[in-house]
Structure formats: structure tokens, C-alpha cells
């Protein structure tokens, strides 16, 4: 894993604090495009706008802050999963609505 200077590096993080996660679930998860994780992980995509980041720290329980710019502590492994499990419950939940 690179380090989390780079916005490359913060997804690998987050990615790598959850068994199973992949690039394409947490985009799922996140209410973004299917690609758009996968984009940010193989540094196709540089920083992230507003929306996005708030839509990515929502489900993985990260601060806008540290997925935009790397700035404060990254989320704890504990917290990264129990957001997942939080996104995971409320995309089941709008599917089966």
C-alpha cells in the first residue's frame, strides 16, 4: 500500500481496512458510478469535488478533509468497517424498497 499523501493512496487505504471490500462495491456503496473508485485507485482521478467526498466519507466514515487533501488522522480500521456495514444496511434496505 502507497502511502496516504496522495488521494491514490487513501483509497488503497480504506480499501485495504475491509476483507472483501473492492473498488466497485465501495463505488456502489458510496452512490457513485460503478468506475469511480476504480478511477481514484489507479490515479486516473487526482482530487475529488464536494459531493464526492462527502458521498465517499459518508460510507466509509472518513472526514472530507482527509480523503480531499490528507489533512487529520486517518479513520481507524473499527470505524471504516462499521460505516461499510452502515452502507451495506442502507443499500440492501433501498434495494428491497
Known amino acids: 500500500m502507497e502511502t496516504t ?4 493512496g487513501r483509497v488503497e487505504y480504506l480499501l485495504d ?3 472483501g471490500l473492492d ?13 469511480h473508485v476504480g478511477q481514484m485507485k489507479r490515479g486516473e482521478v487526482g482530487s475529488l469535488h464536494g459531493d464526492t ?9 472518513a472526514s472530507r478533509m482527509w480523503l480531499c487533501f490528507g489533512e487529520g488522522k486517518p479513520p ?6 462499521a460505516a461499510i456495514a452502515e452502507a451495506r444496511a442502507r443499500h440492501d434496505a ?4
Open 23 to 35: 473498488a466497485k462495491q465501495l463505488s456502489r456503496l458510496a452512490g457513485l458510478a460503478s468506475s
Open 94 to 97: 433501498s434495494e428491497a424498497a
Open 53 to 61: 467526498a462527502e458521498k465517499l466519507a459518508l460510507a466509509t466514515g
Open 17 to 19: 481496512l475491509v476483507p
Open 76 to 81: 481507524s480500521k473499527r470505524a471504516v468497517a
Open 5 to 8: 499523501s496522495t488521494l491514490r
